[in-house]
C-alpha cells in the first residue's frame, strides 16, 4: 500500500485491539484469549456492542461536514454507508446477553464464542492492515502469527 491512512472501517478494530492490548500489559499472565474474555463484559465492549461508538464517529464525521481532521480530504457518503453497516453487524455479533456467558460445562454458548470470534476477526483485521502498510510496530498481540 501507499498510503498509510488507516480506513474508517478500521477504527473501530484499532480501539477494540488497542483495549486489549492494555488488558494484556495489566495482566501479564493473561493470553490472548483471557485478554479478549475480560474485554467482553467491559465498559468498552458495552460502548461498542450498543451501537454508540459508531454513533458518535458518524456524529462527529457529520459535524466535520464529511471533511477528514488529519489531512482535510473529502470523506465519501459510502463512507458513512459502510459505517453504519459495520454499527448493525456489530450490534448483532456482540450482542449482550448478561451472566450468560458460560454453561455450567465452562463452555462459552454460542452467542458469547460468536462475540468472541468477531473480536478476534477484528484484531486480525487491524493486525494484516499493520503487516500490508509496513507498521509491523503496532503488532502488539501477534493474533495473525
Known amino acids: 500500500m501507499k498510503t498509510k491512512d488507516k480506513p474508517y472501517v478500521l477504527i473501530v478494530a484499532e480501539n477494540i485491539y488497542l483495549e ?12 490472548n484469549n483471557d485478554s479478549i474474555d475480560a ?15 459508531h454513533n458518535e464517529l458518524i456524529k462527529e464525521i457529520k459535524m466535520n461536514k464529511f471533511i477528514e481532521k488529519k489531512n482535510q480530504k473529502k470523506i465519501p457518503s459510502e463512507t458513512l454507508r459502510l459505517l453504519e453497516i459495520q454499527r448493525e453487524m456489530i450490534m448483532k455479533q456482540l450482542i449482550q446477553f448478561p451472566d450468560l456467558y458460560y454453561a455450567k460445562s465452562h463452555f462459552p454458548l454460542e452467542i458469547s464464542q460468536r462475540a468472541f470470534d468477531q473480536i478476534w476477526r477484528m484484531c486480525e483485521s487491524y493486525e494484516l492492515w499493520c503487516k500490508e502498510t509496513k507498521q509491523n510496530e503496532l503488532i502488539l498481540l501477534n493474533i495473525i502469527e
Open 39 to 53: 474485554f467482553i463484559g467491559s465498559e468498552k465492549y458495552k460502548f461498542i456492542s450498543s451501537g454508540n461508538f
Open 20 to 31: 486489549i492490548v492494555r488488558i494484556k500489559k495489566n495482566n501479564i499472565d493473561f493470553t
